[in-house]
């Protein structure tokens, strides 16, 4: 069998200066990691957003996912492919650019394997990418574990800021599953370890220094973000930052090279801008504002992804990312598998592989209630992208269509996987039309879900009633008492973001399809004062995953000549 | 005060592809990282070396090294500087290439700041080579993470090796100086958290994947080396190791890129391979054998340093690295000042400054025991360097020098601090001098200070007399009977790597100058079985560093226009 690995390695690849030099850049104008890989300098990034007309933006989105694997990272891929495949019979068309989150070596060497897309529609050097890349990731835990140990540094010395060990809120992280670390103790050994304390460590994708990464527009903003921090609170519940324990110039220097976006290609050889992962629960997960701003300004098409389902993924990126950065889609992809419409059709994970036309119809529901809320809350254009799988039949796919149809909703089926952006010039098409309907600047006319100057509990009840369909929400006082808390401290105009599972539109991971009168219960809240953004638990967050029985890892290997096997 | 990082930053680099290309390398055999850095892949250089005839190995030591600080790398960087100044006048002297360590962030943000020379002899870019660099120790941190994670993650999926918890070896790592790791207890939080146990962090330079890595040969070799790492004992005390476990093939997967020896250059452009960096004391101290050989390769002159004092630097240097290399120098540079000189000479670190002759020839006992070592074990001529401070006198260096001169021990005084390679051109005239008279293959007359043979004990025992100058070692019960463990299970012809403190001769930090009649206390020995040596602690190890009160890291900043500042 043909696997991704075997594709990704047999590539041709351009070299980066090529890709580069396809953007309208310099040679001179990129950091070279390699010969197919590049960043891009932000000065070079502003220079070109002075002078060009901001290309469209295609939100790509999707149904509830399900254990069984949608593909929306292939599919973006593959949409920039067909848009470019697309141009080459109509110019007019422009060039497409990826905007992309890179990957966590936690899932590489756990369960997942790699995350840079699959079949035909994969972005390369792929083994690079999945493994240490250009070395961000590394950047951003070192800056978050400077700070750790200068907090633990500043208790050891007397603690002058009377920082409450209690009520330390950074957490250390690796970028590895590492289920040992979810609870330690620290600072043990006697007087030349410190000062014992429980402690946790997070993956590097769940701490606030990524999302802040994510989220920042320059180094300036960048400092700043990381100097309001709240890494602990004081015995007389005073907030302790980040620039009060003076460590926000260290992890700007530790982040600087990082900040500037990664530049590879697609097997296709379409740019893909690929920077920042933040966790799409934790956090608003989908890739750095900058890597975004690059597209946009160098690009006349950028397709980017936002983590999870629409719900999820899709509302952080409209209601966080968009309304700080100013910046809207001209539409939505909502990517969907036959597969995935029969599990919420009730359909067990193992039999979706089965036909079953009726449980097609029957799991509509939950791709109908995201597809809705994309038109009616956020006034987007969906396109529905079926990302046709060898056991999907031909009377299930024309089923599926003709319901969408019926409802108005543009639907096409997508062969990308198997046949790269020839495969998707039918999504291209849909997405050049629905794109044709928006605004000339979609940002003016933006619609969030809420408003940011409602109280931050009732932010958290809009967008339940209003996206998951709930009845309500329930938070307990103690919930209650901190957003008061953060409303006193300043932070009620904050944008919310919600942390629930994303098997379920509700909070119960087993609920598909689209439940109604379902009550979202609130667990906690947690200040990301550097983000911007409240997070509010609703069900259990996994901020460091564990390996499986048989982790990836056994199966990664490095031959003679140098090649790694086994990253699939 | 013009400071180190004003002199770096206003330096003009040349592209690294010209670098390169002085080396005879392609621009497409050298794998760029930025415009002035690069890795030259292990093909390219195992090619060279088959062509090539190698150059003159130059290694770099110290007399016993004081809190003051002697400029070992400042002054190795000196000599390469210096050699090609020289070969401007003299064309046959040819060309000189620096094979140096990587620093570590740990001091970088604790006490030293950059670690990248000093003045005009300087590395760059330097705080890129200060601050992750190339991603080598987060390459080879996330390798011995992973190691850690799948032992915690077997132990908690039933234990089939019946791993003893009590008896782990593997540490976790990161490259800061954490001291609240030192002593931890991770798998807290019930069944979802893994298995408690004691455990602790170290440092990234003081893991044996890192000692591993700076000893490889090959991929090849690497995957070997990191499958014989001893990780843990099994309750029928059976070596674990990471093979059993089954993550060789991944740790080298992520070490894959990391592997191939970074080039970047001095101020004054000479190629520097600048590649790994074990701690002198746990581990043997230098940069990788691959950044050797690349230099040897690619260079006439290849000038190296090896940590701490001629004790411990050369020794292992010698001892193990050439040794297992099949390497030998041709010269030996032992690093000296007046300053040194007056504090081995009994005057306290506060006073070194004052000018002191006596004192300046009373602490000559260190500096000639060094020289006499080098000279009568490992058959080396050696050159004293004394790097000249703007407090030293004319008179005290008159006196240093004529001293030596009465011993038959070249000795100069050299200026690269304030001038670069032209204040190094006496030390390069004296190098090229010793060289000469080194045998046509130096490593054919290679003489070690023990036969691989011995018995571990007499190993230690013989190191320890011949070198230290001690009556004898002390080994309690407990450590022979280690020593007798690790013989039975095939270490026996393993070299000793003997950690200590390099304050001193001896095993006791404050007695300084020549000691005699000493006792070499050895505490604790450990395997070393992907190294392929035995540490030997005799003392107090410190293998991961705290904080001072005051870290470098509160001074590190970054402008408005993205430059690095503090890093002095």
Known sequence: MTTDMDIALSAELDPIVDIAAGLGLDAKDIIPHGWTKAKVPIDVLDRASETATDGKL????????????????????????????????KPEVGKAVL????????????????????????VVPMEDINLHFTGDFAAI?????????????HIHFGNDLDVDPRRIHLRRVVDLNDRALRGVVVGLGGLNGGVPREDAFDIVVASEVMAVFCLSTSLADLKERLGRIVLAHSRSREPITVADIGAAGAMTAL???????????????????????PFANIAHGCNSLLATKAGLALGDWVVTEAGFGADLGAEKFLDIKCRTAGIWPSAAVVVATLRALKYHGGVDVKDVNSPDVSAVLEGMSNLELHCRNLREIYG???????????????????????HLDGLGVAAVEST???????????????????????PEDPAASAKYSYELDLPLEEKVRTIAQRIYQAKDVDLPTK??????????????????????????????????????????????????????????????????PGLPREPSALKIDVTEDGNITGLF
């Open 416 to 438: 990308h996987w198997a046949d790269g952006g020839k495969g998707a010039i039918a999504l291209a098409d849909a997405v050049v039309e629905a794109a044709g309907g928006a």
């Open 380 to 402: 987007l254009t969906p396109v529905v992208c079926f990302n046709r799988f060898p056991t999907d039949t031909d009377e299930e796919m024309a089923a599926a269509i003709s």
């Open 479 to 544: 919930v209650k008492r901190k957003l008061k808390q953060f409303t006193e401290e300043g932070y009620g105009d904050a944008p919310v973001c919600i942390a629930k599972t994303q098997y379920s539109l509700s909070t119960d991971g087993s609920l598909r399809g689209a439940p109604t009168d379902h009550i979202i219960e609130v667990k906690d809240v947690r200040l990301s004062a550097g983000a911007g953004f409240i997070v509010v638990i609703a069900g259990d967050i996994m901020t460091m």
């Open 255 to 277: 982040l600087r090279n990082a900040l500037a976006p990664n530049l590879v290609q697609s097997l296709e050889h379409s740019p893909a801008f690929i920077h920042g992962g």
């Open 141 to 153: 835990a070192a800056a978050n574990n400077l700070a750790a140990t200068m907090l633990d540094n």
């Open 99 to 122: 905007a992309l989150r890179e990957p966590s070596m936690g899932p590489v060497f756990g369960m997942k394997g790699g995350a840079a897309g699959g079949g035909y529609a994969q």
């Open 58 to 89: 295609i939100l790509v989105t999707a149904m509830s996912p399900t254990p069984a694997g949608e593909g929306k990272t292939t599919t973006s891929i593959g949409l920039a492919d067909g848009l470019n495949e697309l141009a080459r019979s």
